[in-house]
């Protein structure tokens, strides 16, 4: 069972767009994670967000929780190619453990 | 610091041999993880170790067997390998407390079963 659903699965945009990738549940989640991965390499860790509306950035990222915490946005302003990579969310259920529950992925290429 | 480091990085199999994938952290981090990627699925966790000694369950972990016999170090066993099996690897590590979950992701290792 797909717990974390995210859209879009690919995204292809010219340098400069702006886009928003979308991680969405019907659970809801302690703390939400966003991965990045590059081709051959593990993902890595860009943001956690912890309470519900919180927002954060990262230099041209922003990154949103639902106020549900059920829910969760990485928006990217003014995209260069150096974002083209495979974005993951993850949710983590509370408890001790607070496994990871990953999503699908969005597959992203900016094409200078 | 190496960070969470896998071996080997790429192997081939035939269908029943059996190999072991090596995950090694120097952070001294307390949980450990094996999960497997696939095309269009996203991370599913194989299994888990919250500690030395201890193993758990993930998502998939038919197929499959790990160890912990050491805090540095969690092995992942595939006893008579199928092609279903194909895919890519990856382990992780997090610390038990703090750090607000994040997990840190070695290299990867890419499995073909034929």
């Known amino acids: 069972t797909q717990l974390l659903e995210q859209s879009p699965q690919f995204l292809s945009i010219q340098e400069g767009e702006n886009l928003t990738v979308y991680c969405n549940s019907s659970?809801?989640?302690?703390?939400l994670q966003w991965y990045r991965q590059e081709p051959g390499e593990g993902p890595v860790l860009l943001v956690t967000v912890v309470t519900g509306g919180e927002v954060k950035k990262l230099k041209r990222l922003t990154f949103q929780f639902g106020d549900a915490r059920k829910d969760s946005s990485l928006h990217i302003t003014a995209a260069q190619p150096g974002d083209t990579g495979l974005y993951l969310c993850a949710g983590a259920r509370g408890g001790s453990q607070g496994n990871l529950i990953f999503g699908k992925g969005t597959k992203l290429s900016v094409k200078p | 610091n190496a960070g969470v480091t896998q071996t080997p990085k790429f192997r081939v199999l035939k269908t029943g041999q059996s190999m072991t994938l090596l995950c090694a952290q120097d952070?001294?981090?307390?949980?450990m993880y094996w999960y497997r990627q696939d095309p269009g699925m996203g991370l599913r966790l194989i299994h888990y170790s919250v500690g030395e000694g201890t193993t758990a369950k993930g998502e998939v972990p038919d197929g499959y067997n790990v160890s912990r016999l050491k805090k540095q170090n969690f092995l992942l066993g595939l006893e008579s390998a199928a092609p279903s099996q194909t895919s890519v690897y990856f382990c992780?590590?997090?610390?038990?407390?703090?750090?607000?979950?994040?997990?840190?992701f070695g290299p990867g290792t890419r499995l073909t079963v034929l």
């Open positions: 659970s809801v989640f302690s703390s």
């Open positions: 952070m001294n981090h307390e949980y």
């Open positions: 992780a590590s997090r610390r038990r407390a703090g750090g607000n979950n994040e997990q840190f």
